[in-house]
Every structure is written in structure tokens, then in C-alpha cells.
Nanobody, 115 residues
Framework: QVHVVASGGGLVQTEGSLRVSCGAS????????MGWYRKAPGKQRELVAL???????NYADSVKGRFTIARDNAKNTVYLQMNSLKPEDTAVYYC?????????WGQGTQVTVSS
């Protein structure tokens, strides 16, 4: 069984910064990728940032230059540093962990950016 737990998030003003973290534990043989998705009210869930085991990254165009994803492979942890936040970044952010066999989701953490 794999557990994925996200933390961080909260309320911040426009142009502020936040960091969210996500750790995976349990019966994990090898993690191929870890990443963050978000779902805003009335919108579909979208990819925010993803990092593969080889270090490649993929960012949504809307967050490039403002968000940075990082991984600590020894701790099975992924971080998302969010700078220059905008009201349109307001959403529930979900961590995703992919292994060779399955995909696991964290519980989601709310990020609210006030104007």
C-alpha cells in the first residue's frame, strides 16, 4: 500500500509565495515521476509541474518562470515552490506519484491567492 501526503498551501496575496510538499511512503519499489496537478472551481484538473526520475521537468505554460518543482529522491518527496502567485493560481493542488505499475494521488491542498 502506498500513502501520498501533501502539505503546505494556504492563503496568500497576489505576488506572494508558497511552497507545497508531498511525501510518498509504503510499498514503493521505484518512483518514475512525481508531480503536481490542480483543479480550480468550474475547471478540469490540469498538470502544473512534473519531474521524472531522470530529472526532466514539464511545466504548464501558465506557471513557467514562476513555479519550480524539486525532488528529494532519498525521501520520496516532491516540492513545488510557487512565486509571483496570481489569483488564477487559486485551486486545490494534488500531488501525483507514478511508479511502473500504478499512479497514486495525495489528498489535495488548497491554495488561495487573494487580489
Amino acid at each position: 500500500q502506498v500513502h501520498v501526503v501533501a502539505s503546505g498551501g494556504g492563503l496568500v496575496q497576489t505576488e506572494g509565495s508558497l511552497r507545497v510538499s508531498c511525501g510518498a511512503s509504503g510499498s514503493i519499489f521505484r518512483i518514475n515521476a512525481m508531480g503536481w496537478y490542480r483543479k480550480a472551481p468550474g475547471k478540469q484538473r490540469e498538470l502544473v509541474a512534473l519531474m521524472g526520475s531522470g530529472g526532466f521537468t514539464n511545466y504548464a505554460d501558465s506557471v513557467k518562470g514562476r513555479f519550480t518543482i524539486a525532488r528529494d529522491n532519498a525521501k520520496n518527496t516532491v516540492y513545488l515552490q510557487m512565486n509571483s502567485l496570481k489569483p488564477e493560481d487559486t485551486a486545490v493542488y494534488y500531488c501525483n506519484v507514478r511508479t511502473a505499475l500504478s499512479s497514486y494521488w495525495g489528498q489535495g491542498t488548497q491554495v488561495t491567492v487573494s487580489s
